[in-house]
C-alpha cells in the first residue's frame, strides 16, 4: 500500500516549455488535491477534484490545468512554465472533501519544480 | 471559510512541553479542528483531529474550549524530531469542498 505516490520528484524546465505532474493514490478515495508551496509559506490550493472525471478551481489556478480520467490519478499541467511557478508541489486526497471527521488528508512526498 | 489564526513560529526545549493555539472565531456548528505536521522536504502527514472538549492519541492531545473559538495543540516532552511546520485547519463543514492551509506554526526544538 504506497498511498500518495508522485512523479517526478524532481524536475527543471526551462521558461516556455510544458510538463505534466502525476499523482497516484490506490487508497480508492474520491477526493484529490494539487498544492504549491513555496520557502516560508504554507501551502496555497491550486486544484482540486471530488470524483472521476471532474475538477475545480481553487485559490491560485491560474497558469495551470489537470485532469482526473482515472479515480486513482489526478494529473497537474503547465502549458507554458514561468519562473513564478517554482515551487515544491504536493499532492493529496482523502475520503471526504469537506474534511469530515476521521477522514483526512493524506500527501505525497512533493515534485520540486525549478523554472529558469 | 473559517479563517485560523496560529502563531508564525515558536521556539521550545527538549523534553518541555509545548503548546500551539489556534484560533478559529467564526468555526461553524459541523466543523471539525485538525492539525497536520510537516518535517522539511515532506508533505504534511495528520496528527489529531476533535470537534470538543479534549482528544489525545499517542503523538498529541488536542483541547477545544467550549466554543470553540480556538485549539491549543499540546506536544508532550518535546525532542529534536519535533521540529517542524504545524497547521490547523477546520474542516468546511460541507459548505465547500475546499481545503485550506494556513502558513502554519514553525517549531524550533532547541538542545
Known amino acids: 500500500n504506497a498511498g500518495v505516490t508522485q512523479t517526478p520528484k524532481f524536475r527543471v524546465l526551462k521558461t516556455g516549455q510544458s510538463m505534466t505532474l502525476l499523482c497516484a493514490q490506490d487508497m480508492n478515495h474520491e477526493y484529490m488535491y494539487w498544492y504549491r508551496q513555496d520557502p516560508g509559506m504554507g501551502l496555497r490550493l491550486i486544484h482540486y477534484s471530488v470524483g472521476e472525471g471532474t475538477t475545480a478551481k481553487g485559490e491560485v489556478p491560474d497558469g495551470y490545468n489537470v485532469s482526473r480520467l482515472k479515480k486513482q490519478n489526478f494529473l497537474l499541467g503547465l502549458e507554458s512554465a514561468a519562473p513564478s511557478q517554482t515551487s515544491v508541489y504536493f499532492c493529496?486526497?482523502?475520503?471526504?472533501?469537506?474534511?469530515?471527521?476521521?477522514?483526512?488528508?493524506?500527501f505525497g512526498n512533493g515534485t520540486r519544480l525549478t523554472v529558469t | 471559510l473559517a479563517k485560523t489564526t496560529q502563531p508564525i513560529s515558536m521556539d521550545s526545549y527538549e523534553g518541555q512541553e509545548v503548546n500551539i493555539t489556534c484560533s478559529h472565531n467564526?468555526?461553524?456548528?459541523?466543523?471539525?479542528i485538525t492539525w497536520y505536521q510537516q518535517f522539511p522536504s515532506q508533505g504534511p502527514r495528520f496528527i489529531i483531529q476533535?470537534?470538543?472538549t479534549k482528544v489525545t492519541n499517542e503523538v498529541a492531545s488536542l483541547f477545544i474550549p467550549a466554543d470553540r473559538k480556538s485549539s491549543t495543540l499540546s506536544l508532550p516532552r518535546v525532542s529534536l524530531s519535533d521540529t517542524a511546520v504545524y497547521y490547523c485547519l477546520v474542516a468546511l463543514g460541507g459548505r465547500d469542498d475546499k481545503i485550506i492551509f494556513g502558513k502554519g506554526t514553525r517549531l524550533h526544538i532547541l538542545p
Open positions: 493529496a486526497s482523502s475520503n471526504s472533501g469537506h474534511h469530515s471527521y476521521n477522514s483526512p488528508l493524506h
Open positions: 467564526n468555526i461553524a456548528t459541523n466543523d471539525y
Open positions: 476533535g470537534y470538543k
